[in-house]
């Protein structure tokens, strides 16, 4: 489950002034995925208010009317999933006289089983309502939903469906991990971007666990590898590539650990990277450790929980604080955040921990425990 700040989903309607009749992109009877819908009206000259009339052919208890001084309106609520809606709207001068009405536009919101309250309900649970942070949150199973637990958004029907580590970016597209490979696209489902299935003389079998979007435009993927007389697909690789395929950077954790044989893997399960410092952390969950590693210089510059390496090339700390731990990213403050599943016969949580300095240990400075 992934939380993102606030952001709209929506889906724009319009028309060009000389258009005579609702234009729906891509047509003027359109299907959607989502419930939350911008619909934009075309300047009229000499219109000081816009009244939009959205009428609901299965339920006429939902309609919806609004009068705005622009020519928009967003609707935020009241649009449902299984239904077809019919929208037109009028213009009125600054007299109040009506000087324009518009023809009818028609839209479909389809039904899906994320969305169906007699197959599939959330329930959240809030505190204070003042207090929790605004936004979204994205499940695995291919939904959007917001903090009264209602589903705004799934995939289209015959487009992906459950797939991992579900994510917004900043262009209001949405990245996720689906059979093997990384996916960018539109909240349509169209595809715009997809992994290379090879990256610097390795063939990439698996993308699993993390796959994000950075700031600069670039991908960061964590992939299972094979390279020429090493079929082991035990262990994986972390790398930023752009949209052509062309790798920035790329770790291959094999490369690192001390065991020179009889090593089952690691469980590579997450990754965060710090663009500004050119600092990337991974978990490992099988050796309970989380490593920062300098990929300028393509170096681990500490470890926790695990010594790769004796201590005049590596910093290592032993901890014994989480175990089996996933999601390990890093806040403003530059504080660890992590899942921490923990060892068998204690109670998971999650941990805010400093990184360490020196000789100074990580220490936990927050910390939540699953008693449920």
């Known amino acids: ?54 009428t609901s052919k299965d339920n006429p208890a939902g309609n919806i009317s609004a009068k705005t001084g622009k020519h928009y309106f967003i609707a935020t609520s009241g649009l449902h999933f299984n239904n077809t809606y019919h929208w037109q709207y009028n213009c009125y001068d600054g007299k109040g006289t009506k000087i324009y009405t518009s023809p009818t536009g028609t839209l479909h919101i389809q039904g899906t089983w994320q969305a169906d309250s007699n197959r599939y309900r959330n329930r959240i649970i809030v505190n204070d309502s003042l207090k929790i942070t605004p936004g979204y949150i994205l499940l695995d199973n291919g939904s959007i939903m917001n903090r009264e637990g209602e589903v705004l958004w799934t995939f289209p029907k015959g487009k992906f469906g459950t797939v991992r580590d579900l994510e917004f970016t900043k ?27 090879s990256a610097l003389g390795y063939k990439l079998t698996d993308y699993h666990h993390e796959f994000t979007k950075l700031d ?116 403003d403050n530059s504080d660890l955040l992590l899942f921490n599943n923990n060892y068998p016969g204690k109670t998971s949580s999650v941990i805010i921990m400093s990184q360490p300095m020196g000789k100074i240990a990580p220490e936990v400075k927050w910390e939540y425990i699953f008693h449920f």
């Open 171 to 197: 262009e209001g597209t949405l990245t996720f991990l689906w059979d093997g490979h990384c996916y960018e696209t539109d909240l349509r489902g169209n595809i715009l971007w997809r992994s290379p299935d």
């Open 1 to 54: 489950m992934r939380h993102v700040y606030l952001f709209l989903l929506y889906f724009l309607l319009w028309s060009s002034e000389a258009m005579a009749q609702i234009a729906i992109l891509p047509g003027g009877c359109d299907t959607l995925n989502y419930t939350q819908v911008l619909f934009e009206m075309p300047y009229q000259p000499g219109a000081t208010v816009y009244e939009i009339i959205i």
């Open 216 to 331: 600069n435009g670039n991908y960061l993927c964590m992939a299972r590898r094979i390279i020429p007389g090493d079929n082991s697909t035990v262990f994986s690789i972390v790398f930023e590539t752009d949209k052509h395929g062309n790798t920035q950077w790329l770790w291959d954790e094999k490369q690192y650990y001390s065991h020179e044989t009889n090593f089952a893997g690691s469980h590579l399960n997450a990754a965060y990277y710090d663009a500004k410092e050119k600092r990337l952390y991974v978990s490992n969950r099988d050796l309970n450790s989380i490593a920062r590693i300098n990929t300028h210089k393509a170096m681990i510059e500490y470890s926790l929980g695990y010594d790769y390496h004796n201590s005049s090339i590596t910093t290592y700390y032993p901890q014994d604080e989480f175990g089996r731990q996933h999601a390990v990213s890093m806040l």
